[in-house]
């Protein structure tokens, strides 16, 4: 198998010049960077995280000077504070008044808030003696939010794009399909295909001896590794990682005024514990060869999912909270303590191993209102007003996330009731038919509250909240009924359209010509009526002497004259076709319709017709003289032609007759059910058990008797 690349000759080198033209990762590594694979060791991922990001939007939104200390308040107590606040030793757990001592120039703003009867959050410095009457809204930090993360997504280009957000003020980006394109274009060697077509052969070194991290923050290498090494592909992706972390956070700072710190790793894990090494303003890379170094320095607590009740469990067991302590634990004690799954991943989330996957959704799943009552309210009319605050709060940011436009609707309401230490929750699905408004999600509220009194022991409650979850996105390009109807002018010019085609195709249609027997022979019906002359009479007026003309923004054929006048002409061409035949009585008996003195009042099918004029015998074509032919019936009694469907009827008619000359002649031998050809099965009216079917006496076979009755 030859190689893609170009030969070169080898030179007599040291063992340890022939490892650097080797690189530590191989072409299936490369491969696996474009598709973002979360086990490639050239993975890169970032985590942006906004600085004291609460205190950062009222700073913005009152124009401060980012210098000055600002604390949020919520109430009597701080909820946020920037980081000049924080050079005085405050943190949100110093009460307001501490503060202040400790730093008279700091500038403290109370959160919005919602009160009972305003449709809106708003700020007012006297919401911290009004908390009886007023709930916190969160609204003004969603809404920054919901711009830096669409910033956030505008640096990246939309093929390579895939954003997590993690919480209001934290971010994660997968650069890794973003980083190969680079890499590829400032290193053309890479694109050519590995050797002998084999994945696993190692990438050839870079050329690049000194990398320019610019102003970030390097976390110092393992003991094992020096400064002095050549950089790998590892070190060359994190770098181009870097610059464009370093490009997102000047656009934030300079299009919305917002400082945030980063962290670049080759997991989440990492990223994460990065991005708050050095703040504010700040950016942390950690190399893969900076891992155990970086981590060794921390509490296992501070990694996540290890702060809760799983990291006090460890601490317990092994009476430590370092990670270097935890490292010098064997894999077998670790799971035979916490289990095979939890112990083989703590092994390996304390050596830097995550493959958790960046989820690129960004939409919020749930959205929560709540109240804790100081003091307890104790009745129903009470908690409604609160639960009508509650329902505002949630509707202002459902209609934010798009659902009066259809692009996201939820699907449950929940209510949350404490009373003592006594919790309960009620939920009801929101109906589907309906548009979601304030009015529906405030009835939906009343009653799954009332439902909790029935329950009995609500009162006093000290907490209420307000919850709506199952978001899915909306039916779009959908209409109701009405849609699809017209109405007015439109709907009578459609109707009047559609009567006319329905007359002309029902007038003008021709029936359709009978299949011929492939092998010519004559069949019964054709031997029956091959004695018989037949004569088609046509008037002179056709047809196709009608004058039709199109009109305008229509494709219906119409004539020219009214409606009234195409009824005439139609009626005259039908009453001008008349089948008729023009033979002899073969059978020598009475015509009894022509003995009727007054033929009206004969069944139709019994009147005498007019023989055809000689002059319009020919006028219709051979098909259509055989059509009528094959469609017409011959009256052995009368020899009189009528159509195969008036076959019934007219024996009928004889067969009265007959019966009506017996009843005036006594003598006379009743007369016997007409026998003629055998009509098609299943047509006209001599169905089974039906008149007008020929009867057929049964005859006595060889050793029967007839029984002779009285």
């Given at each position: 198998?030859?190689?893609?690349?170009?030969?070169?000759?080898?030179?007599?080198?040291?063992?340890?010049?022939?490892?650097?033209?080797r690189?530590?990762?191989?072409?299936?590594?490369?491969?696996?960077?474009?598709?973002?694979?979360?086990?490639?060791?050239?993975?890169?991922?970032?985590?942006?995280?906004?600085?004291?990001?609460?205190?950062?939007?009222?700073?913005v939104?009152?124009?401060?000077?980012?210098?000055?200390?600002?604390?949020?308040?919520?109430?009597?107590?701080?909820?946020?504070?920037?980081?000049?606040?924080?050079?005085?030793?405050?943190?949100?757990?110093?009460?307001?008044?501490?503060?202040?001592?400790?730093?008279p120039?700091?500038?403290?703003?109370h959160?919005?808030?919602?009160?009972e009867g305003?449709?809106?959050?708003?700020?007012?410095?006297?919401?911290?003696?009004?908390?009886?009457?007023?709930k916190?809204?969160?609204?003004p930090?969603?809404?920054?939010?919901?711009?830096?993360?669409?910033?956030?997504?505008?640096?990246?280009?939309?093929?390579?794009?895939?954003?997590?957000k993690?919480?209001?003020?934290?971010?994660?980006?997968?650069?890794?399909?973003q980083?190969?394109?680079?890499?590829?274009?400032?290193?053309?060697?890479?694109?050519?295909?590995?050797?002998?077509?084999d994945?696993t052969?190692?990438?050839p070194?870079?050329?690049t001896?000194?990398?320019?991290?610019?102003?970030?923050?390097?976390?110092?290498?393992?003991?094992?590794?020096?400064?002095?090494?050549?950089?790998?592909?590892?070190?060359?992706?994190?770098?181009?990682?870097?610059?464009?972390?370093?490009d997102?956070r000047?656009r934030?700072?300079?299009?919305?005024?917002?400082?945030?710190?980063?962290?670049?790793?080759?997991?989440?894990?990492?990223?994460?514990?990065?991005?708050?090494?050095k703040?504010?303003?700040?950016?942390?890379?950690?190399?893969?060869?900076?891992v155990?170094?970086?981590?060794?320095?921390?509490?296992?607590?501070?990694?996540?999912?290890?702060?809760?009740?799983?990291?006090?469990?460890?601490?317990?067991?092994?009476?430590?909270?370092?990670?270097?302590?935890?490292?010098?634990?064997?894999?077998?004690?670790?799971?035979?303590?916490?289990?095979?799954?939890?112990?083989?991943?703590?092994?390996?989330?304390?050596?830097?191993?995550?493959?958790?996957?960046?989820?690129?959704?960004?939409?919020i799943?749930?959205?929560?209102?709540?109240?804790?009552?100081?003091?307890?309210i104790?009745?129903?009319?009470?908690?409604?007003?609160?639960?009508?605050?509650?329902?505002?709060?949630?509707?202002?940011?459902?209609?934010?996330?798009?659902?009066?436009?259809?692009?996201?609707?939820?699907?449950?309401?929940?209510?949350?009731?404490?009373?003592?230490?006594?919790?309960?929750?009620?939920?009801?699905?929101?109906?589907?038919?309906?548009?979601i408004?304030?009015?529906?999600?405030?009835?939906?509220?009343?009653?799954?509250?009332?439902?909790?009194?029935?329950?009995?022991?609500?009162?006093?409650?000290?907490?209420?909240?307000?919850?709506?979850?199952?978001?899915?996105?909306?039916?779009?390009?959908?209409?109701?009924?009405?849609?699809?109807?017209v109405?007015?002018?439109?709907?009578?010019?459609l109707?009047?359209?559609?009567a006319?085609?329905?007359?002309?195709?029902?007038?003008?249609?021709?029936p359709?010509?009978?299949?011929?027997?492939?092998d010519?022979?004559?069949?019964?019906?054709?031997?029956?009526?091959a004695?018989?002359?037949?004569?088609v009479?046509?008037?002179?007026?056709?047809?196709?002497d009608?004058?039709f003309?199109?009109?305008?923004?229509?494709?219906?054929?119409?004539?020219g004259?009214?409606?009234?006048?195409?009824d005439?002409?139609?009626?005259?061409?039908?009453?001008?076709?008349i089948?008729?035949a023009?033979?002899?009585?073969?059978?020598?008996?009475?015509?009894?319709?022509?003995?009727?003195?007054?033929?009206?009042?004969?069944?139709?099918?019994?009147?005498?017709?007019?023989?055809?004029?000689?002059?319009?015998?020919?006028?219709?074509?051979?098909?259509t003289?055989?059509?009528?032919?094959m469609?017409?019936y011959?009256?052995?009694?009368?020899?009189?032609?009528?159509?195969?469907?008036e076959?019934?009827?007219?024996?009928?008619?004889?067969?009265?007759?007959?019966?009506?000359?017996?009843?005036?002649?006594?003598?006379?031998?009743?007369?016997?059910?007409?026998?003629?050809p055998?009509?098609?099965?299943?047509?006209?009216?001599?169905?089974?058990?039906?008149?007008?079917?020929?009867?057929v006496?049964?005859?006595?076979?060889?050793?029967?008797?007839?029984?002779?009755?009285?």
């Amino acid at each position: 198998m030859s190689s893609s690349q170009p030969f070169l000759t080898s030179s007599a080198t040291s063992p340890s010049s022939r490892r650097r033209q080797r690189s530590r990762f191989t072409y299936k590594n490369l491969s696996a960077l474009a598709h973002s694979a979360t086990n490639c060791p050239l993975r890169v991922i970032a985590h942006i995280d906004l600085d004291a990001f609460y205190a950062q939007c009222e700073t913005v939104r009152l124009g401060l000077d980012p210098s000055k200390p600002l604390a949020v308040q919520q109430w009597q107590g701080l909820i946020a504070i920037n980081y000049p606040a924080r050079a005085y030793g405050l943190n949100r757990h110093v009460p307001i008044a501490e503060a202040k001592e400790k730093c008279p120039e700091i500038i403290c703003v109370h959160v919005a808030t919602w009160k009972e009867g305003d449709t809106t959050w708003s700020y007012t410095d006297e919401a911290h003696k009004e908390i009886a009457t007023r709930k916190v809204s969160l609204d003004p930090y969603r809404i920054e939010s919901k711009k830096i993360l669409a910033l956030i997504k505008e640096c990246q280009p939309k093929e390579y794009e895939r954003v997590e957000k993690a919480s209001i003020d934290e971010v994660f980006i997968d650069l890794s399909a973003q980083v190969h394109s680079i890499l590829l274009e400032r290193y053309p060697e890479l694109r050519w295909p590995p050797p002998y077509d084999d994945p696993t052969e190692p990438l050839p070194r870079p050329h690049t001896t000194a990398l320019d991290w610019a102003a970030d923050a390097l976390v110092d290498l393992d003991s094992t590794q020096s400064e002095e090494d050549d950089p790998d592909w590892d070190d060359i992706c994190m770098l181009i990682g870097s610059e464009i972390v370093r490009d997102i956070r000047a656009r934030i700072l300079s299009e919305l005024h917002y400082t945030c710190s980063a962290g670049i790793s080759r997991n989440k894990m990492l990223a994460k514990l990065g991005s708050g090494y050095k703040k504010p303003n700040s950016q942390t890379v950690i190399r893969n060869r900076a891992v155990q170094h970086f981590l060794n320095g921390f509490k296992f607590t501070k990694i996540r999912n290890l702060g809760g009740k799983l990291g006090d469990e460890v601490v317990a067991t092994y009476n430590t909270e370092k990670i270097s302590d935890l490292l010098l634990v064997p894999i077998e004690q670790l799971k035979k303590q916490l289990g095979d799954d939890t112990g083989g991943w703590l092994y390996g989330v304390i050596r830097g191993e995550d493959t958790s996957e960046v989820n690129p959704r960004t939409q919020i799943k749930s959205m929560l209102s709540a109240k804790s009552f100081r003091p307890s309210i104790n009745n129903f009319e009470v908690a409604c007003k609160w639960l009508r605050i509650f329902v505002a709060d949630i509707y202002s940011r459902l209609v934010e996330e798009g659902v009066l436009d259809h692009k996201r609707r939820p699907k449950t309401l929940n209510l949350h009731h404490r009373q003592g230490a006594q919790t309960k929750s009620k939920q009801a699905p929101i109906p589907m038919g309906r548009q979601i408004s304030e009015e529906v999600l405030y009835e939906l509220a009343k009653n799954l509250l009332a439902q909790v009194i029935v329950d009995g022991r609500a009162w006093p409650c000290a907490n209420l909240s307000l919850s709506i979850g199952g978001f899915e996105d909306g039916v779009t390009k959908n209409k109701g009924i009405g849609g699809f109807l017209v109405h007015g002018e439109e709907a009578k010019a459609l109707n009047e359209n559609n009567a006319r085609h329905h007359i002309f195709s029902r007038r003008l249609e021709t029936p359709p010509n009978k299949k011929r027997k492939a092998d010519g022979k004559m069949g019964r019906i054709e031997k029956f009526f091959a004695g018989q002359q037949q004569l088609v009479r046509c008037d002179s007026t056709a047809i196709n002497d009608i004058d039709f003309e199109r009109q305008p923004d229509t494709d219906e054929l119409v004539p020219g004259d009214s409606d009234s006048a195409i009824d005439g002409q139609l009626r005259e061409v039908e009453n001008n076709l008349i089948l008729d035949a023009d033979s002899e009585n073969p059978s020598g008996q009475t015509d009894i319709a022509n003995e009727s003195t007054d033929p009206f009042d004969l069944p139709p099918s019994a009147q005498p017709r007019q023989p055809p004029s000689s002059s319009s015998r020919d006028c219709l074509p051979a098909t259509t003289s055989h059509q009528a032919m094959m469609n017409t019936y011959l009256c052995p009694r009368c020899s009189k032609l009528f159509p195969l469907e008036e076959r019934a009827e007219h024996e009928d008619f004889h067969f009265a007759q007959d019966l009506q000359e017996q009843h005036s002649s006594p003598d006379r031998p009743p007369p016997k059910p007409p026998r003629g050809p055998l009509r098609p099965m299943g047509g006209g009216r001599g169905g089974k058990g039906k008149r007008g079917r020929p009867h057929v006496t049964p005859e006595t076979e060889i050793g029967q008797k007839k029984l002779a009755f009285g």
